[in-house]
């Protein structure tokens, strides 16, 4: 029986499908990173970059496939690491954009809705290199969209055999492919998606496969008996307001934060309609607690002694929970280590953001590091190529002070 209509339940099975396929490749995907770094990190970014994804709709039951579009993407944006992991996020952003008005879609309206998602993945590169994701992705869902797919089925048979072809030509649009043998890891990625995606309309789940974590070890002679709290809990939630709590529709941000204001500091907020994250350094995160709950429950909740933290590492001093001096402008950097860190330190870098070959930081990591600065300027240098996207993104998404990214790709 072949699928004509699609709803927000069935897209995201595709979405789940299509991750567990990337997941399934990640080591392959790494092996052909050559461009713009051979860093071998492409698959890697994007498996993580889709775990936001997929972690926002995991257990959602939506059956509007805009709500559902709109609420992965959002996970995706700031789950977003390295150039193809923005470029992956900016273009599911453009496709949720895209169904936005839709419960049920036809095939015609997603595959003008994948072109959508396209044009916004290349609003997000200054100068778009083809033989990359981008022009996979512009092409096959061209092509797609200008046949006449009746069926969901159709359309990515024919969506995945342009994208094969256009990858296959990838070498030939890019030398560095071409001398190395390869053909661009992120559109390989990308087809692995697409791929998932296609099986999963045909009604074949891929087997999902639990990412294994291990609990990080603490350092047991970070705190002890006699030591004191000098630098409180790093303390981050999702808070879903209740309506037999709030008035949702006409809830304030600054309900909660005003109050975070006078029991923490480092906050970083943002309500998206009945969701509430937050991000806060406290000494009191019982308070933080117990103020929250009178307006919702909580969906996730993470709290971490900071001075264990920071027996740890002492990239960040200024994590303690002292005011922070206001300076008209200050400067962020990407460094690992703690030499190269000490010595831009020394050179006036006010913050630093960990992170750097393999190592990419998100867009989250560099909207947590504006917030600690007390500014109404920043100038963020992130210094390796596959970082530029995440801080830019970063950049267009605060508004607290003017951001802006310099563009510097090595330490340097």
Known sequence: MQTLNMNGQTFKSLFINGHQSLVNDVDRINELNV????????????????????????????????????????????????????????????????????????????ALAMVHGVNQAYKVVNNPTEGTILTVMREASQTAYES????????????????NLSLARTPDLLPVLKKAGVVDSGAAGFIQIIIGMALAIGGEMLEIVETVTTTPTVNPN???ADSE??????????????????????????????????????????????IVKVHV?????????????????????????????????TLNE????????????TIVAVSSGNGISDLFKEMGVDYIVSGGQTMNPSTDDFLLAF??????????????????????????????????????KTIA
């Open 222 to 224: 970070g705190f002890n």
């Open 35 to 110: 461009f713009p770094v051979p860093d071998g990190d492409t698959g890697t970014n994007m498996k993580m970059t889709m775990d936001g994804g997929a972690n926002a709709i995991r257990n959602s039951h939506e059956e509007s496939i805009g709500q559902i579009a709109k609420e992965l993407a959002r996970g995706m944006v700031f789950s977003a690491r390295g150039n193809s992991g923005v470029i992956l996020s900016q273009f599911f952003k453009g496709l949720s954009i895209g169904l936005e008005e839709y419960s049920t879609v036809t095939p015609k309206e997603f």
């Open 148 to 163: 006449v797919c009746e069926s969901f089925e159709d359309y990515f048979k024919v969506y995945l055999t342009e994208a």
């Open 318 to 329: 200024d994590d303690s929970d002292e005011d922070i001096e206001f300076k008209e402008t």
């Open 371 to 408: 917030e600690k600065l007390n500014t109404n300027n920043i100038i963020v240098f992130p210094n390796n190529s596959n970082i530029i996207m995440a801080a830019k993104q970063a950049a267009a998404n605060y508004d607290k002070a003017n951001v802006v990214v310099i563009e510097t």
């Open 281 to 313: 350094h406290t000494f009191t995160p019982g308070k933080v607690i117990t103020y929250c709950q009178q307006f919702g429950e909580y969906v996730t909740f993470k709290m971490e002694n900071m001075s264990v933290q920071h027996s740890e590492t």
């Open 229 to 274: 709290l000098e630098f409180g809990y790093c303390t981050e939630f999702i808070l879903q307001l209740q309506n037999s709590k709030v008035d949702i529709k006409n809830f304030k941000l600054n309900t909660i934060t005003d109050f975070l204001e006078e029991v923490g500091n480092s906050i970083v907020a943002f309500i998206d309609e009945d």
